[in-house]
């Protein structure tokens, strides 16, 4: 069956032998995916995909052609702007969060100069077979992680695998919809995923302090039931120190084959990571280095005694406060805790770090409430993020 929104073109233009060549390579069935613009098409978007097949060497192999074809792309980023700070959102790229610092300063947040762009040649297509790719910024996936591809049946290789990756290509890079803007605050909405049968509304609000709130809502579009969580997640820059307000926490397993455990140190009240007083002598032989020089790639699961992660950057003197909650309340008497989803804790940072600075990074992370939803029905969650010139929030509001 063809994806919706189709157009075959004669690839022969294309002069796409060469990337025949490369299928010949493998014997076993792969996805291509290449960025290509034509003079003169239409200025919609085209989607193509073919089921090639060769013959080589007495055998026979099959590979997946999907093309993307576009103009150029305007309109991608909306700005938010008040009390001095600046939020980017880029609609076009997953409706993520691309840029938060002060006016004419640096980025507080880690995105690919790809998302910073108001005009591209081409934007990602997503479908059931789009790669993941690392443009950063701050973005929402649906949890649990375990739960990835397994309710589904377009792409049986991604059902079947134990990696459980990557997260919901339409969530990552579907193109949302703006429904209101103004210059404090943007209300988006994105379309109904073919993996998750998932919309998302995101709303971002900026305030006369320079707060600003990333609420998300989801709404399911399937038969039957699904449990969720909202997962929000901001990348930051490898050179920072995150302090976490909360204990490390023992989990039965990691969310996927690769994961190991991330290396910290408990300091006051916080727990912390600080790549720079790593040394080759002091990584544990189970991290090890790889040959680009990696210290360190692993996460931290934590019991959270607030919802408070940081991010400081000692160079600009500004921390980077995530909030988030912790706790309901019902009946204005019991304090509820939000429990974890299978795999995954509350409060989460995957540490990413290598010798090349530029490389490296965290993602702070956090998880809602895991909520049970029949067609129609929504589940909510929101982060706040603000700017403080300090050393730390945290450790200074104590």
Known sequence: MKPAHTTVVNLWLLSI?????????????????HDVCFYGIPSE?????????????????????????????GGRIVKLKSAGVEALINVNVGGRLVFFGREGGENMIKSDKFLLKETVESEIIPDAFTDFVQFYGQEVWIGPQTQWWKHQTINMERRNSPINWPPDPYVSFGRFEVVEKSDTKLVIQGCVSEVSNISLRKIFTLNDKGLLDCAVEATYHGDGETTIDLWNIVR????NVVRICGDLKEIDGPTHPFEKKAIGKKVGIVYTFCPDEMSEDSVPPEIGWGEDGQVHSGKFHMNMWAGIIESYNERLGDVLVMCFPISENLDNETNVSI??????SLGEVYCYHTLDKEKSMYELECHGKAVTLKKGDTASTSISLILHHSSSFVVNND
């Open 45 to 73: 978007k085209i989607n193509i995909r073919l089921l090639k097949k060769y013959k080589f060497r007495g055998k026979l192999y099959f590979c997946n052609l999907y093309i993307q074809i576009c103009t150029k792309m």
């Open 17 to 33: 032998e060469c990337f025949a060549f490369d299928f010949l390579l493998y014997p076993t069935p792969l996805f291509y995916s």
């Open 236 to 239: 930051v820059s490898g050179e």
């Open 339 to 344: 429990y974890p989803t299978e795999g995954h």
